[in-house]
């Protein structure tokens, strides 16, 4: 099964949740962990480090040869990124504007451009535990092309058993990508107005690409009303409640999961993927 934990903001706990998730689950069946937040990858200080393997991730850019070159302004017209720009002696290119969509090639009348190879990621995959593999991806500095290296982390997390995907925070492509062809979301939210409003958001996203979904609340204090709220009047289960607890909020500064060293934690992390399962079979 492919559960994405999203959220529609930065630092609600989503990784948290993902990581005990993935930890609980895999004392008992494999699991692939997917750290699609490739921005700011984190879920690797979860876990012992070890031997890993690191592949490259490449995106194609069009590679201009002046000695065929005409300047005749055609690729520049056709770039609506604005990644090329033709001038009087030359044809400037912006590669962080490029979105390697090849247009330019096609458009191009002297045939003066072939495709290049650029890196914009590193894709890592390790086995931290037994039963468990993660695969991290992680966007190149200065590099823009988060969706490529999204979509690579999941070519190699492959399509079979649990594969658990962190999402990055918010609602935009790169969240997109990781939705995509996955079969529920877990929405990670706080009981602020602000957690809410962009609860709203996520859920929007993931009604709109028809992917079942369930809540987890978290740093709880107990006042959840307003969320129990929205949930009820959206029709989304809560699956659990985390209460706001120094313990879980030490443990995780630590490094470490609360689902590895305390039992019924790991208990109630299992509980909920079997939950995410039961509502997909019923969805
Ligand atoms: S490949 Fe597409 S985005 Fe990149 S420079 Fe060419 S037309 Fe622009
Ligand atoms: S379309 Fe081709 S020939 Fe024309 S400016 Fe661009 S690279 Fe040069």
Redesign the pocket.
């Known amino acids: 099964m492919k559960i994405v934990v999203a959220s529609g903001k930065g630092g609600t706990g989503k990784s948290m949740v993902a990581g005990n998730l993935a930890f609980a689950l895999s004392s008992g069946t494999p699991v692939t962990l997917v750290d699609c937040d490739v921005e700011e990858p984190d879920l690797h200080l979860f876990f012992p480090e070890g031997p890993c393997a690191n592949t490259p991730v490449h995106i194609?850019?069009?590679h201009i040869n002046p000695d065929v070159c005409t300047l005749c302004g055609e690729?520049g017209d056709?770039?609506?990124?604005g990644?090329?720009l033709v001038g009087k002696d030359r044809v400037l290119?912006f590669p962080e504007?490029?979105?390697?969509?090849?247009?330019?090639?096609i458009?191009c009348p002297a045939g003066a451009i072939e495709e290049a190879d650029m890196p914009v990621g590193t894709i890592t995959v390790s086995h931290p535990e037994k039963n468990l593999t993660l695969v991290t991806g992680t966007l190149n500095e200065g590099a823009i092309q988060s969706v490529a290296v999204i979509r690579a982390a999941k070519m190699m997390a492959g399509n079979t058993g649990w594969i658990i995907y962190d999402a990055s925070p918010g609602t935009s492509c790169p969240v997109v990508e990781t939705l995509e062809g996955t079969e529920f979301c877990i929405l990670v939210t706080e009981s602020t107005p602000f957690g809410l409003h962009d609860l709203a958001l996520a859920l929007d996203v993931t009604m709109q690409m028809g992917i079942p979904s369930g809540v987890v609340i978290n740093r709880s204090d107990g006042r959840d009303e307003k969320a129990q709220q929205f949930c009820r009047e959206h029709k989304i289960p809560v699956l659990a409640t985390i209460p706001f607890d120094r313990r879980i909020a030490e443990v995780q500064g630590s490094g470490t999961l609360i689902a590895r060293i305390d039992p019924s934690w790991k208990d109630r992390f299992s509980a909920l993927a079997k939950d995410c399962l039961a509502l997909w079979e019923g969805s």
Not at 78 to 81: D, G, K, T
Not at 97 to 105: D, V
């Open positions: 194609k850019v069009p690729c056709f770039c609506a990124f990644a090329l290119f504007q490029c979105h390697s969509c090849g247009g330019c090639m458009a």
